[in-house]
């Protein structure tokens, strides 16, 4: 997994964090555990809605525009991860399977 958790306020400053982003998901966490800290991602943009209910902003909006992007993107990762894994003991125990 490679993929840049990096929020709005780090974007503006794409040419010096291309290369080296603020924050990077852990490559060699486990998929459960980049999806639990999906998860409590998701669990903060939860709340956050409940304050700011009833207000029409829109950096309200961009704060929950600009954490969902990065999220999607991790989430994304960890799920192709869980699938190459399975698709790879599936074909291990093909493999294993004719001996």
């Keep these: 997994m490679s993929a840049a958790a990096i929020g709005f306020l780090a974007r503006n400053w794409g040419a010096l964090n291309a290369q ?9 966490a486990s998929p459960l555990d980049v ?8 669990e903060s943009l939860h709340q956050a809605a409940r304050v700011f209910e009833g207000i029409e902003s829109e950096a309200v909006a961009a704060i ?15 799920l192709q991860k869980i699938v190459r894994e399975r698709m790879r003991a599936g074909a291990d125990a093909l493999q294993g399977g004719g001996q």
């Design 20 to 28: 080296v982003p603020a924050i990077i998901v852990n490559p060699d």
């Design 35 to 42: 999806l639990a800290w999906c998860w409590g991602e998701v």
């Design 64 to 78: 929950f525009l600009h954490r969902l992007a990065p999220l999607s993107a991790v989430f994304c990762d960890a």
